[in-house]
């Protein structure tokens, strides 16, 4: 069975406050999700291999690490996920980037797809599948399917909130696939919105609505 890693460092569960709360405008919510993905690559990448290389400094030759070359692959599940992609890229920023987009239909919930382009070699890449909310787990489950039908195989999922409901069942569908999340919420809504969450993260992020 796959990990699920809830990150407990102060500043993301400082920021989620304020990502949480309605009143937050979307200039400040964009900034914050961008600000919390950051952090949360910090912790996901905690695994990477390194390699030593020798480095000359202005004073003498030595030994430093670098990261042994891996190649890894962001993949945000459009739209909200694009708010966490760019600072995670700014920090791995040899990442290639794949796109996958969809959307949940209100009435049945399933995640219906409209866009895919992913890098030609994902079978190589280490993958980081990105989007702020995980509700009943169909568009993370619908995602990784479509990754791994193209060869995709070294899968993680990012995400800001979790429903109790969304870990299970996409623990169920990929259990290779680990799960790193800011805050385990508790519940689905009738409308299988995540309680207490944060709303609509797309329509938060793009002011939409
Ligand atoms: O776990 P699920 O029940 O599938 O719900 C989660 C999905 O819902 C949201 O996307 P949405 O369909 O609102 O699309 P958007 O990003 O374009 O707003 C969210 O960003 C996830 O992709
Ligand atoms: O709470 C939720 C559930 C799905 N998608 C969102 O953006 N928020
Ligand atoms: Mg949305």
Redesign the pocket.
């Known amino acids: 069975m796959s990990k699920v890693q809830v990150m407990e460092h102060p500043l993301i569960q400082h920021k989620m406050g304020f990502i949480r709360d309605k009143n937050t405008p979307t200039k400040t919510f964009r900034e914050l999700v961008d600000e919390v993905g950051m952090l949360m690559a910090y912790e996901v990448t905690r695994d990477l291999d390194l390699e030593e290389v020798e480095v000359e400094t202005p004073i003498q030759t030595t030994t430093a690490k670098r990261l042994s070359g891996k190649k890894i692959c962001l993949v945000p599940?459009?739209?909200?996920?694009l708010g966490m992609q760019e600072s995670i890229h700014k920090l791995i920023p040899s990442a290639r980037v794949g796109h996958i987009g969809?959307?949940?239909d209100p009435d049945t919930?399933q995640?219906i797809e409209y866009y895919a382009k992913f890098p030609g070699d994902i079978e190589e890449r280490d993958i980081f599948v990105i989007?702020?909310?995980?509700?009943?787990?169909?568009?993370?489950v619908e995602a990784i399917t479509a990754i791994k039908k193209r060869g995709g195989s070294k899968i993680r999922f990012i995400c800001l909130i979790a429903a109790p409901e969304?870990v299970e069942t996409l623990q169920k569908a990929h259990p290779d696939v680990d799960i790193y999340i800011a805050a385990l919420d508790d519940r689905l809504d009738d409308h299988?919105y995540i309680v207490p969450g944060l709303g609509?993260?797309?329509?938060r992020l793009f002011g939409t609505k």
């Open positions: 599940i459009l739209r909200a996920g969809l959307y949940r919930l995640a989007d702020p909310m995980l509700a009943t787990g169909a568009s993370a969304g299988s609509d993260a797309g329509d």
